[in-house]
C-alpha cells in the first residue's frame, strides 16, 4: 500500500470513529460496555434464511466465555443483506465482527477493517490454518501482506469442482451401453436414449441431453454451463466462480479468452449437431429453470433426462440412484491424457468473504479473543454443521458426526459454509452429511483428469484479484462483449452458421475490449503467481 493509500485509509477510519462518537445511537458503530466493566460486542452475522438466531447456538457460549464479555448478535438475511451493505460501508460505521458480510475488494474500497495480520500471535487458530492451507491466506492477502478479510474453509472433504458430468446408468444398464470416453461415443449413447425408450414408458419422452438455459452476463454466476465441453478440448473452467465465468482461460501462464478459440467453436459446432438431431431439446436455451429443474427430477419414478451438467446425483431428486458422474468425454482428435476438468476445486473448499473487524476497536484484545475462538477446529464444526452434542457427536479429536436432529429439525441449526466464519483441518472428518456422499461420489470420478493440468498454471487462481479501478475497466467491457455475444452464441446452437462467421465474432469482441481484458488479467495473474 502507497504512502497516500495509507494516509487515506487513516483519514477514513478517524473519521468514522468521529461519526460513531457523534452519533452512538447507529446500529454497528462498534463496542460498548454492557454492565459492569465487561465489554459489549457487538457480531453481525448473515445467514441464509430459516437459520436460527446464533444468539440460541450453543456453542457461541464458548466465544463469550473466551473473551469474558458479553456478545450482541445481529442477524441479516442474505436476501435483505444486498440492500443494507452499500450503505453501511458508505457510513464507515461497521460492527466490532462481521461474519459472511464483506468480502476482500469491500476492504480494498473502503478502508474500515482491521489489518488481521498484524495479529497473528493472538489468532494462533488463524495461523494453524494459513499454515496448513496457504492458498486460503493467499486468498484473502493483498499484495503488501494485509489480510482484510479472513477467509474459512470445511476441509478436505469439500475439495473439489461444485460442477459435474451425470448420466443416466440405469438407462445405459438397460440398453447394454458403457459410459461414453468420446463425443463421438457420447452421440451414440444420446441416439440410443432417444429412440429406445429407456425409461421403458412407451413414450417417446427421453431428453436424451439437457442443457441450462444461459445467463445474459457470460458463462455464469448459473452453474453447470455446457461450455464445460471446453474441458474435453483441454482448455481447463474454472466456472464455480472467477474471471471463467467471463470466458477468461490460462494455458501454461498465458492468459486468453476462450471465446476467440478454435476449441470454443468447435463446442458450439458439436452443440448444434446435437441439437439438431434432436439429442438437445430445441427449447433448452430458452426454457424456465422451474421447468429445467423439474425434468431433472421428473415425478420421482420414471426419469427423462440421460444426461446433464449438475452438482451431483442428489439434484435428480428420488431418481439420484439411476445417475453416476462420467469423466468428460474426449473431443475430437484429443487424447485422454490432455482432456481435463473444471478446475474450480478450492473455490468448493474456501469461503474468501468470511470475517472482517472494524479497524481500531476500543475492545481489539476482546474481538481478537472470539475470532480465534472462532477458528478453534471444535468451534468450527459446530459452526459448520450444529452445537455438539444435539446435533454434532464428536467421536474423537479428527472424526465427528450429525445427528439426526440435524435432518429432523425444521430449521438450518448450524451456520453452514454460506456463513459459518471457521477452519475444519484437513485430517478432520464430519460424517453423515447427506449431500456431501453424493459430492464426493460425483466429484471423485475426476480424480485422473485433475492430474492434467496445474492448479496455478492453467487456471485463474482464486486469490487472484485486480485493482478497483482494472476491476472497473473489466467490468465494463465484459458487459459490452456478452451484451453483443450471447445472443450470437444461442443463435449458432439453435441455427448454426459458427463456421462463416467466427472471425467476424472475434474480430467484433476485441473492438469490445477483450484484448485489454485479457491484458489487465494477465497483469494481476503475474503480480500473484510470479
Known amino acids: ?23 452512538t445511537m447507529l446500529a454497528g458503530c462498534g463496542s460498548d460496555t454492557a454492565g459492569g466493566d465487561k465489554p459489549q460486542i457487538e457480531i453481525l452475522v448473515v445467514t441464509q434464511a430459516n437459520t436460527i438466531a446464533p444468539a440460541k447456538m450453543e456453542w457461541t457460549k464458548k466465544l463469550t466465555a473466551a473473551c469474558d464479555c458479553t456478545i450482541k448478535w445481529s442477524q441479516v438475511m442474505t436476501t435483505a443483506w444486498s440492500n443494507q451493505k452499500s450503505p453501511m460501508l458508505a457510513s464507515g460505521s461497521v460492527p466490532d465482527i462481521s461474519i459472511a458480510a464483506f468480502d476482500p475488494s469491500d476492504a480494498d474500497k473502503v478502508p474500515v477493517f482491521e489489518d488481521l495480520n498484524q495479529h497473528m500471535d493472538q489468532l494462533p487458530n488463524v495461523a ?71 425409461n421403458g414408458n412407451g413414450k417417446a419422452d427421453e431428453i436424451p441431453m439437457n442443457i441450462k438455459k444461459f445467463d445474459t452476463t457470460g458463462f455464469g454466476p448459473d452453474w453447470y454451463n455446457t461450455f464445460l465441453l471446453l474441458n474435453s478440448l483441454g482448455i481447463v473452467t474454472h466456472f464455480n466462480s472467477g474471471p471463467s465465468q467471463q470466458g477468461i482461460y490460462v494455458k501454461d501462464g498465458k492468459v ?129 454443521y450444529g452445537s455438539s452434542p444435539e446435533y454434532v457427536t464428536k467421536k474423537d479429536d479428527k472424526t465427528y458426526e450429525l445427528t ?16 459459518a466464519a471457521g477452519w475444519i483441518p484437513n485430517d478432520v472428518t464430519v460424517n453423515n452429511i447427506d449431500y456431501l456422499t453424493s459430492f464426493r461420489a460425483a466429484d471423485d470420478v475426476y480424480a485422473e483428469q485433475y492430474k492434467h493440468f496445474d492448479l496455478t498454471k492453467d487456471t485463474m487462481p482464486d486469490y487472484v484479484r485486480p485493482s478497483d479501478t482494472d476491476s472497473t475497466t473489466i467490468s465494463n467491457n465484459d458487459t459490452q462483449m456478452f451484451d453483443y455475444a450471447m445472443p450470437v452464441i444461442s443463435r449458432w446452437i439453435v441455427s448454426g452458421g459458427v463456421d ?8 467484433k469482441l476485441k473492438t469490445l475490449g477483450m484484448d485489454d481484458t485479457v491484458a489487465l488479467w494477465q497483469k494481476w495473474y503475474d503480480k500473484y503467481t510470479k
Open 1 to 23: 500500500m502507497s504512502g497516500a493509500q495509507k494516509n487515506t485509509r487513516k483519514r477514513i477510519i478517524a473519521g468514522a470513529a468521529m461519526a460513531c462518537a457523534a452519533a
Open 128 to 198: 494453524k490454518f494459513f499454515k496448513e492451507q496457504p492458498n486460503a491466506k493467499k486468498l484473502a492477502q493483498t499484495p503488501s501482506g494485509s489480510v482484510y478479510v479472513l477467509p474459512s474453509s470445511r476441509g478436505q472433504q469439500f475439495y473439489g469442482s461444485g460442477q459435474h458430468m451425470l448420466i443416466n446408468k440405469t438407462w445405459l444398464d438397460k440398453l447394454g451401453l458403457q459410459i461414453p470416453k468420446t463425443w463421438d461415443e457420447l452421440e451414440n449413447v444420446l441416439e440410443a436414449f432417444k429412440t429406445q425408450d429407456p
Open 256 to 384: 486468453g479468452n476462450f471465446m476467440a478459440t478454435d476449441e470454443f467453436k468447435t463446442v458450439v459446432k458439436y452443440l448444434h449437431e446435437l441439437m439438431s438431431k434432436g439429442l438437445i431439446p430445441s427449447d433448452a436455451l430458452t426454457k424456465d429453470a422451474s421447468k429445467y429443474n423439474a425434468e431433472l427430477s421428473s415425478d420421482g419414478k420414471t426419469a427423462l433426462t440421460g444426461v446433464a451438467f449438475a452438482y451431483a446425483a442428489t439434484d435428480f431428486g428420488d431418481l439420484s440412484d439411476e445417475y453416476v458422474a462420467m469423466p468428460a468425454p474426449a473431443g475430437p482428435g484429443m487424447s485422454a491424457d490432455d482432456v481435463t476438468w473444471d478446475g474450480s476445486v478450492e473455490t468448493t473448499m474456501f469461503q474468501n468473504n468470511k470475517l472482517a473487524v472494524r479497524a481500531g476497536d476500543e475492545h481489539m484484545d476482546a474481538v481478537l479473543k472470539i475470532v480465534n475462538e472462532l477458528y478453534d477446529p471444535d468451534v468450527s464444526v459446530q459452526q459448520f
Open 404 to 419: 439426526q436432529k440435524v435432518y429432523d429439525s425444521t430449521e438450518r441449526v448450524g451456520l453452514g459454509g454460506e456463513s
Open 500 to 507: 462463416n462467421e467466427f472471425d467476424d465474432f472475434v474480430s
